[in-house]
């Protein structure tokens, strides 16, 4: 039986794709072999991605590698070497975007990260020099995504 809890609050992620895959792999109690086996993969294609010889995934194969270890997909995506500047610059859009759909009103807006529902609101208060402003906040039900 596979190990699928949830990952503990105080695991330190892994800053790169191969140190991570090897970190919830042996976090799952899995061999390169069980993994290789969970994901579809070849046994030398996850060493390869261990050794940091593939440094970013493709969309399905993420999907299968994180199955496998039981995270969400965006757990890889975050440490994939080609996603780096991009990611942050999409990110920043897709904050303002959210931002700006909250302050409109909307609510029912799917997480940018796990396409969950986000949960939504608007924060009132007052800038240093004492003027109203409104913020918008939003944080998502199922990961650990929180609009900044
Ligand atoms: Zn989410």
Redesign the pocket.
């Known amino acids: 039986m596979r190990q699928t809890k949830p990952l503990p609050q105080t695991l330190q992620l892994a800053p790169t794709l191969a140190r991570r895959v090897h970190q919830l792999r042996e976090f799952r109690n899995m061999t390169v072999r069980d993994l290789a086996r969970w994901s579809r993969f070849t046994a030398a294609r996850i060493e390869d991605i261990e050794a940091g010889l593939e440094t970013w995934l493709s969309a399905t194969d993420r999907q299968l590698l994180a199955k496998a270890l039981a995270v969400e997909p965006a757990l890889l995506h975050e440490v994939e070497a080609r996603s780096g500047l991009e990611t942050t610059r999409e990110q920043q859009a897709q904050a303002q975007y959210l931002s700006r759909a909250v302050l409109e009103g909307a609510r029912d807006l799917p ?1 940018p ?2 396409g ?1 529902t986000l949960k939504c609101s608007v924060q009132e208060g007052f800038d240093i020099e004492g003027q109203p402003i409104r913020f918008a906040k939003a944080f ?1 039900l ?2 650990p ?1 929180v609009l900044r």
């Open positions: 997480c990260r796990c969950y998502c199922k990961c995504y």
